[in-house]
């Protein structure tokens, strides 16, 4: 397996900052920096794992918006991007680099509701846009949760919601076999996940937090259990994670201590800025701070 990162101001440099790389890349295999690319990000991070017959590419959002992340699962002969990012500008980089290698972007898939993955789906008309029934279902409570984020962004897109009825369980991409899960009342209402067994592949999107603050309103419990049941899979190479740089098996151990902090930290404070300061003092160099700010929500 070989990893690299693209990048045109020195985010290496900032992922170290953040601690990301250090663990995140570990156990992953070497590091390298990519030279020119046509369609090099200015704002974003491109992380590439070659993994037997796919290849992940990982777009990464700066800290201004979360350190979203949305992948592009790239076959011998197409493309298959999980989500699009929050902010249009970042979806309008994410969506050149995926034109950049020069394959068909087959389908995008809706990994769950939040809008930090959806909002970049406006960029690719005429792209299939699919999800779950049940993921859909949370995207339609949430349409006035939509508009308003939206006028926040001084955003005047329109909300693009994907199709339903994506089938669970086995198929195929270019001959790959995938498998398509879903987890259901965690970090949110329905996440999907997708497990390409060959390659050494799962991606949990949100179910992981890489080296980044984690959304508090959830159902930890079940949360919990699943990264447990993940702890179980072999031979996983690379978890791509919902946010922060997607990595090696380690990443699950992390996202439970951060958890059991986070549980526990909310379990003993009374307020969210108490509460809040206790993470931050317990990891200084994790980033995607301002979901932070949702610890109000839970007093």
């Known amino acids: 397996m070989e990893d690299t990162i693209i990048n045109r101001r020195g985010m290496i440099k900032a992922a170290v900052g953040v601690g990301a790389i250090s663990t995140v890349f570990a156990t992953t295999g070497q590091i390298a920096q990519a030279g020119s690319h046509s369609a090099t990000p200015k704002e974003g991070l491109i992380s590439i794992h070659k993994l037997g017959p796919v290849t992940l590419h990982t777009y990464t959002s700066p800290e201004y918006s979360g350190m979203v992340n949305s992948h592009i699962i790239e076959t011998a002969n197409e493309l298959h991007l999980v989500d699009t990012q929050f902010v249009q500008a970042l979806a309008i980089e994410f969506k050149a680099y995926a034109e950049s290698l020069g394959k068909p972007i087959k389908r995008i898939y809706l990994s769950h509701s939040h809008p930090d993955h959806l909002f970049g789906a406006v960029q690719f008309p005429g792209v299939e846009f699919v999800t ?38 086995t198929t195929t991409w270019d001959g790959v076999e995938v498998q398509i899960g879903q987890v259901l009342d965690a970090e949110a209402a329905a996440e999907l996940t997708i497990h390409i067994p060959e390659a050494g592949l799962y991606v949990a999107q949100d179910l992981i937090y890489a080296n980044a603050h984690t959304f508090p309103i959830n159902n930890s419990a079940n949360w919990l259990a699943a990264l ?49 300061a206790a993470i931050l003092k317990k990891y200084p160099g994790y980033g995607a701070r301002d979901v932070l700010s949702f610890l109000d929500y839970r007093y």
């Open 132 to 169: 779950s029934d049940e993921v859909l279902a949370e995207a339609n409570t949430a349409l006035d949760v939509y508009a308003a984020r939206k006028e926040a962004l001084s955003d005047t897109t329109e909300v693009v919601l994907p199709t339903g009825g994506l089938t669970l369980g």
């Open 228 to 276: 447990e049941d993940m702890q179980q899979l072999e031979g996983i190479k690379v978890f791509g994670s919902g946010h922060g740089l997607p990595g090696a098996p380690g990443l699950i151990d992390d996202a439970i201590a951060y958890l059991n902090f986070q549980n526990q930290a909310i379990a003993d404070n009374t307020d969210g800025a108490s509460a809040s």
